[in-house]
């Protein structure tokens, strides 16, 4: 195998950090990468990876949402995730912390 990134079995690509003389990958000398349309593009955290999944109000989100952040009845502007420096363990966020906009990667499966 050449030292180029693939995606592992659940499709999170991944990147070999140790190769041999022949450029195959060491074993166990790889870990995941950094998939830059995972990227916030905007607002607060711009530039840092969404940290999906995450909970907010006890909900679970597996992809950036719209809802509005306070729980409140409607939608934001834009698909957003929370700013991975506000994020708590287990990946509980804190609605009174900023949002970032996310890329269309990110958006739930048929809104894009």
């Known amino acids: 195998m050449k030292p180029v990134a693939s995606f592992n079995p659940d499709g999170h ?5 140790q190769v041999d003389s022949e450029l195959n990958v060491m074993a166990g000398k790889w870990i995941l990468c950094e998939d830059e349309r995972a990227i916030i593009y905007d607002g607060s955290g711009a530039g840092f990876q969404c940290p999906i999944p ?6 679970h989100y597996d992809y950036c949402t719209k809802k509005k952040k306070d729980g409140g009845s409607g939608n934001e502007e834009f698909y957003w995730c929370p700013d991975p420096n506000y994020v708590l363990p287990d990946n509980v966020y804190n609605i009174s912390s900023p949002i970032g ?3 269309t990667f990110l958006f739930p499966p048929g809104n894009a």
Request: net charge positive; proline share 14%.
């Open 13 to 17: 690509p991944w990147c070999p950090t």
């Open 54 to 59: 995450f909970i907010i109000n006890r909900v």
């Open 101 to 103: 906009k996310c890329t």
